[in-house]
């Protein structure tokens, strides 16, 4: 019962004020890793987007499974600092997140798709590339597209330099610099 006591109040402490006071609890819960997990979990849904934030960002280095389907769930948070926090986390749990996030490439708000795209980037499984590059060519945000072409970058997968010539032509500027880029250092330009 101490102990749970203690890892409540390390995540209330993430809500601190003081980055270093925010810094030193979250590597406590680090250390105390799996009886961490779910009381982390309950840290997504705080009012204090500190503690949510440093709660996902823990979630990511425990790399525990379930916490998947809650940071999926806060993608959707209204805080950008949280989901970009939040799509890390994700990135961080590897090919299970792959499925979950390429789900999200059809959402319904450009965040959720542009953070999904982002991170399966960084997680870099190639089930995403077919996914990423329907979102490349179709989606009508720029943000969005430019995650999928960041995203494809990333995988570095032959399937995508086609869709990225393509997008050479994007009416977004940094959907045409963020291809042109990765076309240069695959040599393909």
Not at 48 to 63: P, T
Not at 140 to 159: C, P, T, Y
């Amino acid at each position: 019962m101490e102990r749970d006591d203690n890892i409540k109040r390390l995540i209330e402490t993430l809500g601190d004020e003081d980055e270093l006071v925010r810094e030193q609890a979250s590597e406590s819960l680090e250390l105390i890793g799996e009886s961490a997990v779910e009381p982390l979990i309950e840290g997504l849904n705080n009012p204090n987007k500190n503690v949510r934030r440093c709660s996902a960002r823990i979630l990511g280095e425990l790399g525990d499974e379930r916490a998947i389907d809650p940071l999926i769930g806060n993608l959707r948070d209204d805080n950008k600092w949280v989901r970009r926090d939040t799509s890390g986390a994700l990135s961080k749990m590897g090919d299970p997140a792959t499925e979950p996030l390429i789900g999200l490439l059809d959402d319904s708000d450009w965040r959720v798709r542009g953070a999904a795209a982002w991170g399966l980037g960084r997680i870099g499984n190639k089930k995403a590339v077919d996914p990423l590059i329907k979102l490349l060519m179709e989606d009508d945000n720029g943000f969005v597209r430019s995650g999928a072409a960041n995203a494809l970058g990333a995988i570095k997968d032959e399937k995508a330099v086609d869709p990225l010539k393509k997008a050479m032509n994007d009416e977004s500027s940094y959907v045409r610099k963020v291809s042109e880029r990765y076309l240069k250092e695959w040599g393909k330009l």
